[in-house]
């Protein structure tokens, strides 16, 4: 077991370094990078000069101290005094080469040093730090709520198989799969937030203006208040597979020589499901649970904090791939990629301690 720990902590090491270095010369690569965002704004502004009547004269001066008749590998560089344009160069480190910038990248992030946003004048942590916990608070209530529903639906579901709570359970898992969560987020505002009929929950934030001011308790049930209707979204988004999964395992145990055996002892079916069958067909479920949390908590669905206004780590890796905005983005890749990685160990470790007949270690040699 220690050895197994020791070889997959060692593989986190280059699985890192290839993910980051991939990423790297993609983006690299890509159009649109700070300079030009920059570039573009400048262009911008002097054209609303040149275009604007009765404008200042020094706006114009300003302008045109800027724009000269210069060549660069930059798009839509021309016209920008070349100066200027290595001055931002400097400004983002873009004055070195690539390589030298990877590499003094992952010095810095060995440190756990992700620099500052280009575009917020904030520390990547402290930004990070702040939009986290609101996805902390989705993935964290989503992933809670989708084990405690889907598990006893699918232990339901195996046992009453092709009854008609079956089938009609089925059909909303069906729905579930179909239909994206942001379309059920759109039906719930539109039903409970104020959209046609009533305004019960609020539209905005994770918690209230005056939350300060509440008392404890109130504290409590405004942060609830607040997060009801996008954790009950993305969790009929999320509970689907989930209670197929648990009632397949079921359903592969139930019809096992082993349960067999037990009903012919005379054990009851209490006694055969949960002192022989659960703990057999809940492996792949308990053992998928740190994937399953990395998932929901990581992969923060952008829409649904759009459409509440939750200004979590969804909306802020938007933003900076729009505004190329390149330490919130590798910065963010770096922390998520290794913690992924840890909680994949961790499945695989929960793994082994449900079921002591497994050993990755053994199958790895």
Do not use: C
């Amino acid at each position: 077991m220690l050895k197994y720990i020791i070889h997959r902590l060692l593989l986190i090491i280059p699985t890192l370094l290839g993910i980051m270095l991939v990423n790297f010369i993609i983006v690299q690569a890509a159009p649109g990078g700070p300079v030009e965002q920059i570039l573009a704004k400048i262009r911008g502004q002097a054209t609303d000069v040149d275009t604007r009547l009765g404008g200042s004269q020094s706006e114009v001066q300003t302008q045109s101290s800027i724009v000269s008749g210069t060549e660069s590998s930059y798009r839509g560089a021309q016209g920008i005094d070349p100066a200027f344009i290595k001055e931002l160069e400097v400004q983002f480190g873009f004055d070195k080469p690539a390589h030298l910038r990877f590499i003094h990248m992952i010095k810095n992030y060995l440190t756990f040093d992700f620099g500052r946003s280009y575009f917020r004048d904030r520390s990547v942590i402290s930004l990070v730090g702040e939009k986290f916990l609101v996805s902390l608070s989705l993935g964290l209530w989503t992933t809670l709520l989708v084990y405690l529903i889907s598990i006893p639906l699918g232990i339901w579901k195996a046992v009453r198989d092709g009854s008609t709570f079956d089938i009609w359970t089925s059909g909303l898992i069906v729905i579930g799969y179909a239909v994206p969560s942001f379309l059920f987020a759109l039906f719930l505002i539109l039903l409970f937030a104020g959209g046609s009929f009533w305004s019960i929950f609020p539209l905005r934030g994770l918690i209230s203006d005056n939350w300060a001011e509440l008392s404890t308790f109130n504290k409590i049930g405004d942060y609830f208040w607040h997060l009801t209707l996008p954790v009950i979204s993305m969790v009929i988004g999320g509970f689907a597979k989930l209670t197929l999964l648990t009632k397949n395992s079921f359903l592969e145990e139930i019809n096992k020589q082993y349960t067999i055996t037990a009903r012919a002892k005379g054990l009851s079916e209490r006694r055969v499901l949960y002192g022989h069958i659960f703990r057999n067909a809940m492996l792949i479920v308990i053992a998928g649970f740190p994937t399953a949390f990395v998932g929901i908590l990581f992969t923060s669905n952008l829409v649904i904090e759009v459409l509440f206004s939750l200004d979590g780590m969804g909306l802020l890796g938007f933003e900076s791939a729009v505004n190329r905005d390149y330490p919130i983005m590798f910065g963010t890749l770096y922390m998520f990629t290794l913690v992924g990685m840890i909680f994949h160990l961790l499945g695989d470790l929960t793994y082994m301690l449900v079921d002591r007949r497994i050993d990755l270690a053994a199958s790895r040699a």
